[in-house]
């Protein structure tokens, strides 16, 4: 992926000294002229096209937002009710993730997420263990969003 | 500055205001260290977002001035509240803070005993 980036900005540099003008106009044209290139040629690269990862954080970011606002909804329905009825616990989490990098995304996440924050993590990286602020509908819903990250987290850190 | 414009950055500043209120009374309400802790890492977090993201439109607005820093800010904020929230309640666990007691389960209690058997 870096590869393809970096093809690109070179195709770009390689479109202003055809040009002999070099503004970020110039660049920006030409940017756009080498994806163009890139698309047509991308059965020759080993990788995906990487607009597609592109695509991909931008999918998770908008998750987080959206994820963030509901969480903050729930935390207020659950604060101003007059009477208290939560039943908090901690549960494992299995998670398929491997690198270091996905799991403290993907707990992340979880903490931003309604009614879930992550106490800990296993030494082998496989298990999460999260604390929720209401285990009895909550257990099933949660696995659902989280199936959810992690194939939208997946789709992200996926090499071919 | 226009009419909508304006109606735009008070109601942003309003609404992070109210969340940091309700942060605040969580704190105050809930039972324990962690439940607390939904609270203040949730709602903080966007009420602050909410209060950088009003300042940065207000001086968009009134002075045509980019503030890249609330950017920043709003971005760095982003990032590091869940891994603080993650990291106070990790460390009462391992202190031994007790969870409320009508909690209804614990799975991290038998989490040494597990990973002994996993290394068998």
Known sequence: MAFQILLNVFLAFLWMFLQVSFSAQTFII??????????????????????????????????????????????????????????????????????????????????????????????????????????????????????????????????? | MTVTSEVFIAVLLLIGAFLSLVAAFGLIRLPDVYTRNHAASKSATLGVMCILLATFFYFLAADGFFSSRLLLGIAFFFITAPVAGHLISRAAYNSGVKMWDQSVRDDLKDKAKKEAASKR
């Open chain 1, 30 to 160: 030409g940017y756009l002229l080498g994806l163009l290139v890139m698309l047509g040629m991308r059965r020759f690269f080993k990788g995906r096209f990487y607009l597609h990862r592109v695509w991909a954080v931008t999918y998770l970011f908008l998750l987080f937002l959206k994820e963030l606002i509901k969480a903050n909804i729930d935390v207020l329905k659950l604060v101003l009710r007059p009477k208290l009825n939560i039943r908090p616990g901690i549960f494992a989490f299995q998670t398929e993730l491997e690198t270091d990098w996905e799991v403290t995304l993907l707990s992340n996440l979880i903490t931003l997420t309604p009614g879930t924050l992550v106490v800990d993590v296993s030494d082998d990286n496989k298990t999460l263990y999260i604390h929720a602020i209401d285990i009895g509908d909550v257990a099933e819903a949660v696995e659902d969003i989280k199936n959810s990250f992690e194939k939208a987290i997946m789709e992200v850190s996926r090499h071919d």
